[in-house]
Every structure is written in C-alpha cells, then in structure tokens.
C-alpha cells in the first residue's frame, strides 16, 4: 500500500511497517550486486530465447463460397439426405471452417506432403534443438535406454503433423470469401502445406455433399412411378369410356341444365293447355247459345215504277235545286215542289220494300266458333304430345344424371390418384435429372467451392515481433530484479536501523557501529 510516498510492509507479528522511498532505495543500494546480476541474466536468457526464435512465414489462399446446391429433394414418404431449409451464408461460412479444420481434411494433408515437412519446425531445426538432440542421445546411450520402435515414432510423428495442420490453420470470412493462412518456419513450406489443405478441402467438400443416393436408384423410382400412372391412366380411360364420360363437370352441368329446361318447357306446356281447354269450354258455351242459321233478305231486280219514281224524285230534285236559287224560303213554288219530293220519296220506298224478297242462310258467327274450336283442339292435342314427348326425355335426363352421380365418386378418386401420380412422377424425373446433373458436377470436380487465390508464396516473415519480445525481456529482467531484491529485504529478519532495535526491542539505542567498525573492534 502506497500513501504518501511511503510502502506499507507487513512485520513479522501481523502488523505493518511503512517504507519511504528513501528505505527503498537503501534496500536497492544494498542488494545491487544481486540486482545487476539478476538483470543481466534475465536479460541474457531472454536474449537469447529471443534471438533462436526463427521466423516465421506465413502463406494465403482465398476460398469463394457458395450457398451450394440445392439438395435433391423426392417423395416425403421416402427418407434421404435433404435440408428442410436452405442454408443461409452464415451457416455455410461456419460449415465450411468447421470442415477445412476436422482431422480428416489435416489426415490427407499429412499424407500428401509428408509428416516431416509438416513438422519442418523452428525447435527442429534451430541449433538449440540440435544441440537438446545430441544431448539426449548421448545419454540414451549411457543409461542404455532401448531406441523405440520406428513405427511408433512414424505414428506419433503423422499425429503431431495433423496437429500441427489443424492448429496452424487461420481463418477470416469477408462475406462469401474465406481467407486461409497458413504459417511455417519455411516459407516455401507454408506455401506447400496450403496449397495441398485448399485442394483436399475442396474435394473433401465434394465427398461430404455427394448424395447419398446414386441416378439409378432415382431411375427406378421415376420408372416405378411412371408404371404406376400408366395403370391408373388406363383404369380411368376404360371407366369412361364404359359409361360415355368425356369431362364430368362439363356431363353433370350440361345434363343438368337440360333437366331444368325440360322441367320449364313441361311446365309452359301444362299451362298453354290449361288455357286452351279453357278457350274450348267457351267455345263450346258459344256455340250452345249460336243458332245455326239466319234470316238473309236477298234483293230481287228493280221493277218499272222504282225505277219511274227514282227518275222523278231526281227531276224534282232538280227544279228545287233551280227554284231555291230563284225563291226564298217559304215561296209556294218553292214549298210545292218540296212537298211533290216528299211524297215520291214515301212511295219509293213503300214500293222498294214490298218488292224485297227474305231467305234463311248458315250462321257465319258460329262458323266461325266452330273453326276456333277446332284450332284450339288441334293445338291442345299438340301440346299434350310435346308434354309426353318432354316427359320421355325427362325421364332419360333423370336417369342420365344418377348415372353420373353414380359413377362421380369413382372418377373423382380416380382423377385424383392420376393427379398424385403425376405430380410424383413429375417429381421423379425431377430428381433424376438433378441426381444425373449433381453427379456429373461431383465426377467434374465442380462444387459451390471456388479457390479463386492459390496459396501465396510471401519470403518476408510475419513473426516473431524480435522488438517487442526485447522490451518485454527488459521489463521483465527489471521487475524480477527489484522483486528479488524486495522478496530478501522482506524475509531478512535481522535488526538493521536504530529504529527496528527501538520497535522489537524496547530500548533505547546509545550508539551504533558500522560493520567495518565491528570488524576493527575486533
């Protein structure tokens, strides 16, 4: 605990003793051989660690990333591979890092470019680790130990190779580009080592998404499911054929119609023949009340006095006409002359009608009653025929209509199996042809990978950071010194001030001597 300037340091009983920087430059000044030689060799070994460090070059690649393609999809009754959903660019991202870091990606890696350039290491080949070699045989040697089996040192060689694959692969993802890097103490190694993880990721990749179901089990299933249409087709067309069926709904609405237009017409004909046999009895009341003949005066020639009194009556009809433009009215030649008309036109007609001769003749109001009764028999007789004939073919619609509404259920059933049928037949063939496409883009080596950037070869290394390593080798050699030198001023319980003789002893101090005093009191 700092205050003031001061360093709080527990005592030896539970309690604290504060220390001024002055005491801590005091423990500093006293242990400085110790201090300086800590420092240096801290910082000799740091150095040197630093130094035989070997660099570290790292190459990169870049993998261009597809959603893939779509997984082929069949029947839901039949189980195969399929994604309910289709993966989004997240997911496949993930995907594809999880897969280019499994232990079968790194497994032929080791076995393509060799466990031994693998682990081309800096402990390998830094003279350090030569020299820790030599050490270690030489007393293998000594001791007599056995030198193991070369196989076992083979194993375990391969596994710390794939180890080292898989724990040396970096990964970013920029969208749907993932980089790749890969670091070694050899650049050309790393190279090496990359571009054989980005082909055996790529065709990894292939084999992982490779359907599990080959083109020909597809085939039989779109054979299978073509049969099975064929039959159902058939077994339909017979159906029809057997009861004259061409289009259901089209037979029902047609046939239905007709029934309602034969019940209209039936019903227009029952109603014109009421009206007819109505008009009859009329007729018939007519002619009940109609006699059958009737009197007819049939006028005979004109005889020798209608004809003299006509001629007269018009000669008289003359004068008056001449004596009324000449007289006024109420002149006696003129009033004579009226009276002279007026009894000729008395006898003439005294003398038309005894010279007119009366005969009976047929009734022509009842003839014609008669006609319109015989009209509208004939018409009522037509009509009854047209109701029967309307009737008969009532009855066939009917029957036509239960027919169809017999047979409806089964065609329906039919028809929808065919429709089942079709569509998965359809999706068969579907199949199929994705099936055949995705194994010829599996046998071409095309996927939804793409390494659009090979492994890089870049000389220049990226690690080690020598300069900040250097600063960390200083710091620590400085703070292990000082601590070393706080950590023995701490656990020395000797008395060394007038005060620490004062504090655990209780007495007062009457003087002090130096260590070279002691030594000449001596």
Known sequence: MYENDEIMIPGESGSSSRMTIRDFLYVVFRHKWKIIFTFFAVCIVGFTVVSLMPNVYESEGKIQIRTGRDPLTRDSEISMPSADTAPTMDATMRNAIQL??????????????????????????????????????RLSRRTGEVSPDPSILNEEMRLAAERQVVGGIVTTVQGNVLTVRYGASDPFVA??????????????????????????????????????????????????????????????????????????????????????????????????????????AQPQGENRLVMDLKSQLVQLRIRESDLAKRYPDGALPLENVRSEIAITQKTLEEEQKNSAAVSTAANPARQQTEMALETERANVAGLRASKMSLEKELTVAEADLAELRGIEPVVRTLER???????????????LTRSLLSATLDNEGISSVKVFQQAVLRTAPVGPNRKRNYAVVLFLAVLGSLGLALALEYLNQSLKTPEDVEKHLGLPVLATLSYKEFKSCI
């Open 100 to 137: 280019l870091q499994t232990p079968s990606v790194a497994e032929k890696v080791v076995a393509a470019v060799g466990a031994d350039v693998v682990l081309t290491e800096p402990e390998r080949n830094s003279a350090l680790a030569r020299f820790l070699g030599r050490v270690k045989e």
């Open 191 to 296: 190279q090496k080592v990359l571009q054989q993880i980005l082909d055996v990721y790529k065709q990894v990749q292939i084999e992982v998404n490779r359907p599990a179901i080959t083109p020909e089990f597809f085939k039989d299933e779109a054979d299978k499911a073509q049969a099975a249409l064929a039959a159902k087709e058939k077994e339909l067309e017979t159906l029809r054929t057997r009861h004259k069926i061409t289009a259901m709904d089209a037979q029902l609405t047609q046939v239905t119609n007709t029934i309602a237009t034969l019940k209209t017409g039936m019903l227009s004909a029952s109603s014109q023949i009421s009206v007819s046999e109505a008009r009859i009895r009329t007729y018939q009341d007519n002619l009940s009340k109609q006699s059958t003949s009737v009197m007819v």
């Open 417 to 431: 199996e065919v429709s089942v049928l079709e569509n998965a037949s359809l999706q068969a063939r579907r199949n």
